[in-house]
Each structure stands twice: as structure tokens, then as C-alpha cells.
């Protein structure tokens, strides 16, 4: 990324409200060829997956998407950050995003490609970094900012996950913080407890300079 270019995100319209970014696939929705539940969204586009190509798309929503979306929407600066491609994702993003949440939607050519890796730089987005937190399944996608983030497991199709409605709860904590990136270090030392296993701590270089 090239920071000469100034930041992603124009002036926040409310300067008082963090910055919450989210991810796309696998943690907010699931693109399928075919059609998993009768809530499932109709998309006609030509799309890839798994090296195949599809004319039409069938966008599952990750359960309680809806209720997720509202309360954020409520408390935060949304912004979408995904490494799909743009006419992919305002498509779905269309269809879901009924009370206008995302302030700005950010794609993959706002990516940073590192050594093979598709990175969420979040030093572009021109937010004081103790006031944005992401949401993302990829581990990847945080790896120069892991202190910022709030991970999520990927979903598919398990019409039984409950772990957006989980986390509103914790959205309202954070709205009000003033130690954001604590509260986030706490909740994945719990979570970490919970799942017995570390949040993965994949390729983060803290030496990285920007060029």
C-alpha cells in the first residue's frame, strides 16, 4: 500500500464512535451454487470457486447476521473490509446491508500483498489505531495489527451458530471502553481458554516497516 495515496476512509462523520471493521466471507455470510435454506440470497452472477465457475450465486447468511449487523450499526463506525473483489461484493452487500451500516467498503484493492498474503493494513484507514477493532476469520488478513482484533470462527453452513448473537453482548462493552485494545486482549485470552487453543499468531513481523 502506498501511503502517499492518504488514507482509505474520508473524515469520520462521528469522531466519538470507534471503528469496527468486518470482514466479508466466511464471517459474515457464505457464498454457495446452490441453495442451502429457504433465507438463502439469490445473486445471477458468475463467480469462482474452487477453480470452477458459476453463473448464479446463493449468499447463506451467517445466523442472527441481522441482529449483529443492526447493533453495530447502532454503536460503531462500520466499515466493510474484504478481499473479494468489488463487484462481488456490493452485490451481496446490497442485498444484506438494509439499514445502511457501512459507512465505506473497502476491497481488494485496498489489500496489501505481503510475501504471498492478503493483508487488512488497518494503519490505511486513517483511524487512530486504539480505536479500531476487526473482525475477521482469517488470521492472515490481521497479521500486522493482531492487537486490534476480535476473531471469529469461519462459517459455512451450520444453521446452529450462535456466535454473532454472542458477541453483541461484547459489542456494547466495547462501544463505551476506553481501553479497547485491552478489553479485545481479554477476550481472546478467554476465548483461547474456552477452545483450548491460542488465537493463531501467523507471520506477525513487528519490525515491519511501511514502504
Known amino acids: 500500500m502506498n501511503f502517499n495515496l492518504g488514507p482509505l476512509l474520508p473524515p469520520p462523520t462521528n469522531p466519538s464512535r470507534a471503528t469496527l471493521v468486518l470482514d466479508l466471507d466466511e464471517t459474515l455470510v457464505h457464498c454457495n451454487s446452490e441453495r442451502l435454506s429457504d433465507d438463502d440470497i439469490y445473486i445471477p452472477m458468475r463467480f469462482k470457486a474452487n477453480g470452477v465457475y458459476y453463473e448464479e450465486a446463493f449468499v447463506s447468511k451467517r445466523p442472527f447476521l441481522d441482529e449483529f ?19 462481488y461484493g456490493d452485490r451481496i452487500i446490497d442485498e444484506l446491508d438494509k439499514w ?13 500483498e505481503d510475501d504471498g498474503y492478503t493483508v487488512k493494513d488497518l494503519r490505511c484507514l486513517g483511524r487512530p489505531l486504539h480505536r479500531v477493532i476487526i473482525m475477521d476469520n482469517t ?7 493482531p492487537t486490534n482484533a476480535l476473531p471469529i470462527t469461519s462459517w459455512y453452513d451450520d444453521l446452529k451458530d450462535t456466535e454473532l448473537l454472542e458477541l453483541i453482548p461484547f459489542l456494547d462493552q466495547l462501544a463505551t471502553s476506553i481501553g479497547i485494545l485491552a478489553d479485545l486482549k481479554t477476550f481472546r485470552y478467554k476465548r483461547s481458554i474456552q477452545h483450548q487453543a491460542t488465537v493463531p499468531h501467523l507471520h506477525y513481523n513487528p519490525n515491519f516497516k511501511p514502504s
Open 139 to 145: 488470521p492472515d488478513c490481521y497479521f500486522y495489527q
Open 69 to 87: 449487523l443492526q447493533k453495530a450499526g447502532q454503536l460503531f463506525e462500520c466499515v466493510l473490509f474484504s478481499a473479494c473483489s468489488r463487484p
Open 100 to 112: 445502511n451500516v457501512f459507512s465505506a467498503r473497502l476491497y481488494r484493492d485496498a489489500c496489501t
